[in-house]
């Protein structure tokens, strides 16, 4: 509410002869002042240019042309923009400068904040990640660097390098380079047990620092020893054709069928899951099981002419 002091309406009556006469302060008339004193209302201030008394209704309400909050600017609210769904500058734009979007203070709506370890994107508070695991520093802000955060688990930390079990580990074994600082070389390195070594494929590292000849069908000496193929120890039991002939690497350094005992599908080898005559089928996939006994998940069933068990 702005009234005045010193601005009156003055009406008079006949009927009241001399005394007829009343003075009224309208509340819609400003009231002159030059002090907080010289206002009627004790909560009123004396503001503005020219100076006038004025009583707060609270913040100013932008384009009803009155001072509501008493600064002694109309319409005015301040500079500064506040996130809260108002125009409090009253430049006729609403919560500028704040974006719902990415702050992280205001994820969606004004007054959202996301936790420590989060970000805002999308208008969507999200877990903030460690992913690079590789530059020394907490990126997640949970405390934890690099390989010695979960998340890193898998991740790269350097060449040839891979965080594991919360710590460095060796991820490639064919470079002749300590990957992950252990002191530790390719195969010597136990966490290259089971990847590929050197020379390349065809040969694997296992425990102990040796390295393991894995290709037994392709002329070559894949781990280095000298030897190849079914001559090499390490091809026992191991493909030494390609598919479909299912020929293995037997003891004595020969490539046969099931070691030498190349045997026809039938009867109980029906049911065995070898492939018995090396033919690249086995069991109820073999013409010669048809209708004979086999088995199933259900138990005992028969070979049908489609090649599938029947119960």
Known sequence: MQR??????VSCSLAYAVTGCRVSFPDDLPYSCSVDADCADSAAKCVG????CCVSTGEEV???????DCDGTVDSGGTTEVCNGLDDNCDGRIDEGFNLTTDPLNCGTCGHACGASEFCSGRVCNVRRETNCVDGQDNDDNGKTDCLDPQCEG?????????KALVRSEARCDDGVDNDDDNGTDCADPDCAGLQCSPGPGCECVAGGAKKETSCNNGKDDDGDLLLDCADPDCVNQ??????????CTASGQCKCNGGAQVSESGMLCRDGVD???DGVLDCEEASCMGQACVTDAGMGTCSATMTCLP
Do not use: E, I, K, S
């Not at 932008?62 to 001072?67: A, K, P, Q, T």
């Open 4 to 9: 005045a002091l010193r601005l009156a309406v």
């Open 49 to 52: 240019t020219p100076l006038r």
């Open 62 to 68: 932008c384009g009803d042309h009155l001072d509501n």
């Open 155 to 163: 991740l790269f930390c350097g060449n040839g390098c891979a965080c």
């Open 239 to 248: 493909l030494c054709t390609p598919a479909p002939l299912f020929f293995n």
């Open 276 to 278: 018995n005559d090396c």
